[in-house]
Protein backbone atom coordinates (compact mmCIF):
# COMPACT_ATOMS: atom_id res chain seq x y z
CA UNK A 1 0.00 0.00 0.00
CA UNK A 2 1.58 3.74 -0.82
CA UNK A 3 1.95 5.45 2.18
CA UNK A 4 2.08 9.29 3.07
CA UNK A 5 3.52 11.33 5.82
CA UNK A 6 0.84 13.86 7.14
CA UNK A 7 1.14 16.53 10.19
CA UNK A 8 -1.54 17.55 12.04
CA UNK A 9 -2.08 21.64 12.60
CA UNK A 10 -1.12 22.78 15.97
CA UNK A 11 -3.25 25.83 17.92
CA UNK A 12 -0.56 28.18 16.58
CA UNK A 13 -1.84 27.43 13.11
CA UNK A 14 -2.91 31.52 12.28
CA UNK A 15 -0.05 32.44 13.02
CA UNK A 16 2.37 31.25 10.23
CA UNK A 17 4.12 33.04 7.87
CA UNK A 18 3.03 34.79 4.62
CA UNK A 19 4.84 36.34 2.56
CA UNK A 20 3.47 37.05 -0.97
CA UNK A 21 0.01 37.65 0.21
CA UNK A 22 -1.75 39.40 2.69
CA UNK A 23 -2.56 38.15 6.16
CA UNK A 24 -6.56 36.82 6.85
CA UNK A 25 -7.53 35.35 9.91
CA UNK A 26 -7.31 31.43 10.31
CA UNK A 27 -10.17 29.77 11.93
CA UNK A 28 -8.26 27.08 13.32
CA UNK A 29 -11.03 24.55 14.01
CA UNK A 30 -11.88 24.92 10.90
CA UNK A 31 -8.69 24.16 9.49
CA UNK A 32 -8.58 20.89 11.58
CA UNK A 33 -11.95 19.87 9.84
CA UNK A 34 -10.10 20.51 6.52
CA UNK A 35 -7.26 18.57 7.15
CA UNK A 36 -8.71 15.64 8.46
CA UNK A 37 -10.95 15.49 5.60
CA UNK A 38 -7.56 16.11 3.38
CA UNK A 39 -6.26 12.76 5.27
CA UNK A 40 -9.70 10.87 4.52
CA UNK A 41 -9.28 11.83 0.96
CA UNK A 42 -5.69 10.39 1.13
CA UNK A 43 -6.92 7.35 2.78
CA UNK A 44 -10.19 6.49 0.46
CA UNK A 45 -7.99 6.74 -2.38
CA UNK A 46 -6.00 3.20 -0.80
CA UNK A 47 -3.20 5.61 0.99
CA UNK A 48 -1.85 4.49 4.04
CA UNK A 49 -1.21 7.62 6.40
CA UNK A 50 1.64 7.84 9.04
CA UNK A 51 1.67 10.94 11.14
CA UNK A 52 4.13 13.26 12.39
CA UNK A 53 3.54 14.03 15.94
CA UNK A 54 2.14 17.32 15.93
CA UNK A 55 4.30 20.52 16.97
CA UNK A 56 1.81 22.95 18.97
CA UNK A 57 4.94 25.56 18.88
CA UNK A 58 5.47 25.24 15.33
CA UNK A 59 2.62 27.17 13.54
CA UNK A 60 3.82 25.85 9.58
CA UNK A 61 4.11 22.43 11.21
CA UNK A 62 1.05 20.82 8.92
CA UNK A 63 2.85 21.78 5.95
CA UNK A 64 5.13 18.84 6.27
CA UNK A 65 6.15 18.60 2.45
CA UNK A 66 8.61 21.48 3.49
CA UNK A 67 10.82 19.34 5.75
CA UNK A 68 11.98 15.99 3.54
CA UNK A 69 11.86 14.99 -0.01
CA UNK A 70 11.89 11.32 -1.06
CA UNK A 71 14.18 9.59 -3.46
CA UNK A 72 13.06 6.38 -3.98
CA UNK A 73 14.75 5.02 -0.71
CA UNK A 74 16.74 7.98 0.67
CA UNK A 75 15.05 10.79 2.41
CA UNK A 76 16.47 14.36 2.37
CA UNK A 77 15.92 16.10 5.52
CA UNK A 78 15.86 19.50 4.20
CA UNK A 79 16.52 23.28 5.95
CA UNK A 80 14.03 25.81 5.45
CA UNK A 81 14.88 29.05 4.56
CA UNK A 82 12.84 30.42 7.63
CA UNK A 83 14.74 29.97 10.67
CA UNK A 84 10.95 30.17 12.79
CA UNK A 85 10.24 26.47 10.68
CA UNK A 86 14.18 24.66 11.05
CA UNK A 87 12.90 22.93 14.08
CA UNK A 88 10.18 21.22 12.30
CA UNK A 89 12.58 18.77 10.81
CA UNK A 90 13.99 17.00 14.14
CA UNK A 91 10.12 15.53 14.36
CA UNK A 92 10.11 13.65 10.40
CA UNK A 93 13.27 12.61 10.27
CA UNK A 94 12.68 10.74 13.48
CA UNK A 95 9.88 9.37 11.46
CA UNK A 96 11.47 8.71 8.33
CA UNK A 97 14.56 6.62 10.65
CA UNK A 98 11.89 4.96 12.14
CA UNK A 99 10.03 3.85 9.13
CA UNK A 100 13.98 2.88 7.62
CA UNK A 101 14.75 5.00 5.06
CA UNK A 102 18.60 6.05 4.14
CA UNK A 103 18.65 9.72 5.40
CA UNK A 104 20.58 12.33 4.31
CA UNK A 105 20.44 16.17 5.29
CA UNK A 106 20.97 19.77 4.30
CA UNK A 107 23.60 21.48 6.26
CA UNK A 108 24.24 25.27 6.97
CA UNK A 109 24.46 27.49 4.91
CA UNK A 110 22.75 26.31 2.58
CA UNK A 111 18.84 26.11 2.31
CA UNK A 112 15.96 23.95 0.68
CA UNK A 113 12.28 24.37 1.39
CA UNK A 114 10.72 20.56 0.12
CA UNK A 115 8.09 23.01 -1.28
CA UNK A 116 10.17 23.78 -3.64
CA UNK A 117 10.96 20.23 -5.38
CA UNK A 118 9.65 19.23 -8.09
CA UNK A 119 9.83 16.13 -10.10
CA UNK A 120 9.22 15.31 -13.53
CA UNK A 121 11.02 11.81 -14.03
CA UNK A 122 14.11 12.15 -14.05
CA UNK A 123 14.53 15.86 -13.86
CA UNK A 124 14.62 17.60 -10.37
CA UNK A 125 13.08 21.45 -10.81
CA UNK A 126 14.13 23.36 -7.72
CA UNK A 127 13.18 27.31 -6.70
CA UNK A 128 15.67 29.59 -6.22
CA UNK A 129 15.02 32.99 -4.94
CA UNK A 130 12.45 32.47 -2.10
CA UNK A 131 13.20 29.60 0.92
CA UNK A 132 15.21 27.66 -0.83
CA UNK A 133 19.26 28.98 -2.40
CA UNK A 134 21.88 28.07 -4.43
CA UNK A 135 23.92 26.25 -1.66
CA UNK A 136 21.19 23.99 -1.19
CA UNK A 137 20.01 23.17 -4.62
CA UNK A 138 23.84 22.51 -4.88
CA UNK A 139 23.98 20.26 -1.82
CA UNK A 140 20.84 18.30 -2.92
CA UNK A 141 22.18 17.77 -6.56
CA UNK A 142 25.53 15.93 -5.02
CA UNK A 143 23.05 14.10 -2.46
CA UNK A 144 21.14 12.43 -5.24
CA UNK A 145 23.45 11.97 -7.96
CA UNK A 146 23.85 8.54 -7.59
CA UNK A 147 20.24 8.63 -8.16
CA UNK A 148 20.94 8.92 -11.81
CA UNK A 149 18.38 12.45 -11.55
CA UNK A 150 19.28 15.61 -12.70
CA UNK A 151 18.82 18.78 -10.66
CA UNK A 152 17.62 22.17 -12.14
CA UNK A 153 17.27 25.58 -10.57
CA UNK A 154 14.48 27.35 -11.49
CA UNK A 155 13.72 30.89 -10.93
CA UNK A 156 10.86 31.97 -8.28
CA UNK A 157 10.14 35.53 -7.17
CA UNK A 158 6.16 36.01 -7.32
CA UNK A 159 5.34 32.80 -5.00
CA UNK A 160 6.19 31.40 -1.98
CA UNK A 161 7.72 28.16 -3.49
CA UNK A 162 8.09 26.67 -6.86
CA UNK A 163 5.29 24.26 -6.32
CA UNK A 164 3.32 27.41 -5.53
CA UNK A 165 3.49 28.07 -8.55
CA UNK A 166 3.37 24.74 -11.04
CA UNK A 167 3.23 20.83 -10.47
CA UNK A 168 3.28 18.40 -12.63
CA UNK A 169 0.72 15.52 -14.59
CA UNK A 170 1.32 12.20 -14.15
CA UNK A 171 2.10 11.70 -17.75
CA UNK A 172 4.69 14.58 -17.87
CA UNK A 173 3.20 17.81 -18.40
CA UNK A 174 3.97 20.81 -15.94
CA UNK A 175 1.16 22.56 -15.25
CA UNK A 176 1.23 25.95 -13.53
CA UNK A 177 -1.07 29.18 -13.44
CA UNK A 178 1.08 31.76 -15.69
CA UNK A 179 0.87 34.71 -14.41
CA UNK A 180 3.03 33.56 -11.45
CA UNK A 181 5.96 31.39 -13.03
CA UNK A 182 8.97 33.28 -13.96
CA UNK A 183 9.75 31.18 -16.93
CA UNK A 184 7.43 28.68 -18.41
CA UNK A 185 10.14 27.81 -21.04
CA UNK A 186 11.92 26.20 -17.87
CA UNK A 187 10.17 23.18 -18.67
CA UNK A 188 9.90 20.77 -22.28
CA UNK A 189 6.14 20.49 -21.68
CA UNK A 190 3.89 23.29 -20.34
CA UNK A 191 0.38 23.51 -19.41
CA UNK A 192 -1.08 26.60 -18.86
CA UNK A 193 -4.30 26.07 -16.33
CA UNK A 194 -6.89 29.24 -15.73
CA UNK A 195 -6.97 29.30 -12.07
CA UNK A 196 -4.11 29.30 -9.44
CA UNK A 197 -4.96 26.25 -7.40
CA UNK A 198 -5.61 24.79 -10.65
CA UNK A 199 -1.63 24.72 -10.50
CA UNK A 200 -1.20 22.01 -7.60
CA UNK A 201 -2.55 18.54 -7.88
CA UNK A 202 -1.10 15.41 -5.94
CA UNK A 203 -0.90 12.40 -8.32
CA UNK A 204 -2.54 9.12 -5.83
CA UNK A 205 -2.07 6.89 -8.82
CA UNK A 206 -4.83 5.51 -11.38
CA UNK A 207 -5.01 9.06 -13.00
CA UNK A 208 -6.25 10.45 -10.12
CA UNK A 209 -5.31 13.64 -9.04
CA UNK A 210 -6.35 15.06 -5.41
CA UNK A 211 -7.14 19.56 -5.59
CA UNK A 212 -8.00 22.36 -4.32
CA UNK A 213 -11.80 22.61 -4.12
CA UNK A 214 -11.87 26.02 -5.63
CA UNK A 215 -10.63 25.18 -8.87
CA UNK A 216 -13.41 23.85 -11.42
CA UNK A 217 -12.17 24.91 -14.52
CA UNK A 218 -9.13 23.54 -14.06
CA UNK A 219 -11.35 20.51 -12.92
CA UNK A 220 -12.66 20.46 -15.71
CA UNK A 221 -9.85 20.22 -17.97
CA UNK A 222 -7.88 17.57 -16.06
CA UNK A 223 -11.54 15.98 -16.92
CA UNK A 224 -11.14 16.47 -20.74
CA UNK A 225 -7.31 14.82 -20.16
CA UNK A 226 -8.75 11.91 -18.72
CA UNK A 227 -8.11 12.18 -15.17
CA UNK A 228 -10.14 12.00 -11.97
CA UNK A 229 -10.01 15.45 -9.77
CA UNK A 230 -10.30 14.10 -5.88
CA UNK A 231 -11.13 17.94 -4.77
CA UNK A 232 -10.88 19.08 -1.20
CA UNK A 233 -11.49 22.40 0.32
CA UNK A 234 -8.21 23.64 2.02
CA UNK A 235 -9.50 26.80 2.06
CA UNK A 236 -7.86 27.96 5.99
CA UNK A 237 -4.27 26.46 4.59
CA UNK A 238 -4.58 29.21 1.50
CA UNK A 239 -4.55 31.64 4.19
CA UNK A 240 -1.27 30.87 4.60
CA UNK A 241 0.03 30.09 1.24
CA UNK A 242 -0.26 26.32 1.53
CA UNK A 243 -1.82 24.44 -1.39
CA UNK A 244 -2.41 20.43 -1.54
CA UNK A 245 0.77 19.46 -1.94
CA UNK A 246 2.44 21.13 1.25
CA UNK A 247 0.60 18.89 3.38
CA UNK A 248 1.50 15.49 2.73
CA UNK A 249 4.76 13.70 1.79
CA UNK A 250 4.14 10.79 -0.67
CA UNK A 251 6.73 7.94 0.26
CA UNK A 252 5.02 4.90 -2.12
Same mark, same amino acid.
Given at each position: ?P?? %??????? /????? %???? @?? /????D?? !? +??? $?? !??????? $?? &???????????????????????????????V @?????A?? /?? +???????????? %??????? @????????????????????????? /???????? $????????????????????????????? &????????????????P??????????E???????????? !?? %????????????? !????Y????V????????????????????
Open positions: MTA %LVRPPGP /RLAEG %LVTH @IE /RRPVVE !R +AER $QW !RRYVEAL $QD &AGWDTVEVEAAPASPDAVFVEDTVVMFGTLA @ITRPGEE /RR +AETAGTAAVIRR %LGYDVAT @IESPGTLDGGDVLKVGSTVYVGVGG /RSDEAGVS $QLAHLIRPTGRTVIGVPVTKALHLKSTVT &ALPDGPVIGFAPLVDDQVFPRFLAVPESGAHVVDLGQH !RL %LMAADAPRSAALF !RQLGTPIEDIGEFQKLEGCVTCLSVRLR
